[in-house]
């Protein structure tokens, strides 16, 4: 069967064609010279060339597509074009495309000038604040958050991470008014409650903290975050047991959970399971090998299982981590005295002294003073019994003299009591007697 040949016209022969028709001088109705018009417009739309079937993106679009299809770098160069051009809504959307690549610093100094003329746009705020966030500027980001939420009350977002941040920097108060406010909008929320939670905490309201802390379990049944924040919620209440199967739920969902693995780890040696909690902190450890604080829980583990070279080369590896950490030297310090080297002890302790910021507790910083002067203590007792001395008034008196020099006569009164209180390590050094220098790394203690 053959197939009927369609003829298409060109557009000047459709020019030809209805000028003839015109000329023909008979009576036409309307309603026909509209399907002829018609027929002629799609003839022609098909035969043009130039007509696109579909409308053509912007530039703004086309950088924007660029970006949506993971294109990032070609995107900001397209986008810096337009932004440098003048144009505002590419200006934004290239700060965006800046913060996918990590360059929140970047994309903040962007948007400064901008952010300074108009404090009141909405959409501004949101990229500002979230910008100055990930640039690691908390302090300036709160109060552009603030601002976000003032002309963007329904910003869930923004209120969760406000809230958020101004529960790190203290205010808990401030907080507690953010979460609350934006729990009446959003009251299933599981974020908000836990962060609510954690600002009740540091107001020294458990109840009210665990009853939040609660509600975000069971609003979110699968946020690991929810049930870290419960078990922390519970452990302060004294319920370990509790707070235990809260912290193996987290792991469960998340087995990656360095908080919950450190934790776990912590509670399962304050309920007397050693060998449990070595095995959770040293998971921990590979997990996340550059958290100085699984490095300190695991060293206090082993010296609790009594492995005080596995204890000393945990801590020593925290140490490195964060150097400027009180509690690392602290526990490096007890690791010595029962190790049998006061001398190292008497160093730790100094440092961890050194080391005691103006926010440090005055029970912290008492411990701490104390453990220095058990350090020098044993020190000295043990260094007179290898070498046969038994002057107890010489020994006071050099006490009291490296005492005073550290600082810490208002100690003199207790060397007596500590020296009798510290006989195991005064015994644990005594069998040093001879060979107590601090013996190097490589040649006593494993890799961590």
């Avoid at 337009?82 to 495309?97: F, I, P, S, V, W």
Wanted: charged share 25%.
């Amino acid at each position: 069967m053959d197939v009927p040949q369609v003829r298409v016209f060109g557009n000047n022969e459709w020019a030809l064609l209805v000028d003839k028709f015109l000329q023909l001088r008979v009576a036409v109705d309307f309603r026909k010279l509209w399907l002829v018009a018609l027929a002629v417009g799609v003839f022609a739309a098909c035969s043009g060339a130039s007509t696109q079937s579909t409308t053509a993106k912007t530039p703004l679009e086309q950088a924007i597509a660029l970006r949506d299809s993971g294109k990032l770098a070609q995107a900001e160069a397209q986008l810096a074009v337009l932004a440098e051009a003048g144009d505002a809504a590419a200006q934004l959307e290239l700060a965006e495309t800046m913060m996918l690549s990590g360059k929140h610093a970047k994309a903040a100094a962007l948007l400064k000038d901008r952010w300074k003329i108009n404090p009141n746009d909405a959409a501004l705020a949101d990229i500002m604040a979230r910008a100055l966030d990930g640039a690691g500027e908390p302090e300036e980001a709160a109060p552009v958050y603030a601002k976000r939420l003032q002309l963007h009350p329904n910003d869930l977002a923004a209120a969760l991470r406000l809230a958020d941040l101004l529960v790190g920097r203290g205010d808990l108060v401030g907080a507690c008014m953010i979460a609350e406010e934006a729990l009446r909008q959003h009251p299933g929320q599981a974020g908000l409650h836990t962060v609510l939670s954690r600002a009740l905490i540091g107001r020294g309201r458990l109840p009210q903290a665990l009853e939040h802390a609660k509600l975000a379990t069971n609003y979110a049944p699968d946020d690991p975050q929810a049930w870290l924040q419960l078990a922390q919620v519970q452990i302060l209440t004294g319920d370990l047991e509790a707070g235990k199967a809260s912290l193996e739920r987290c792991v469960k969902i998340d087995p990656q959970n360095i908080d919950a693995l450190r934790d776990l780890g912590v509670v399962m040696l304050e309920v007397g399971d050693v060998k449990q909690a070595v095995a959770l902190l040293k998971r921990a450890t590979q997990v996340a090998p550059d958290s100085a604080a699984a490095w300190t829980a695991l060293g206090v583990a082993r010296h609790r299982a009594g492995d005080l070279v596995g204890a000393t080369a945990a801590l020593e590896h925290a140490a490195r981590k964060q150097p400027h950490a009180a509690v690392i030297y602290a526990n490096l310090a007890e690791v010595a005295l029962d190790d049998g080297f006061p001398r190292r002890a008497v160093t730790e302790s100094r440092k961890a002294r050194d080391r005691l910021g103006s926010t440090a507790s005055a029970d912290f910083r008492k411990r701490i003073e104390k453990l220095n002067v058990r350090a020098v203590v044993v020190s000295l007792v043990a260094d007179a019994l290898c070498r046969g001395e038994k002057d107890s008034d010489a020994l006071q008196k050099t006490a009291e003299h490296e005492l005073h020099d550290a600082g810490l006569q208002a100690y003199f009164g207790d060397i007596v009591a500590v020296g009798a209180d510290a006989t195991v390590q005064i015994r644990a050094a005594q069998s040093r007697c001879g060979k107590r220098a601090i013996p190097a790394t490589d040649e006593r203690r494993p890799t961590p």
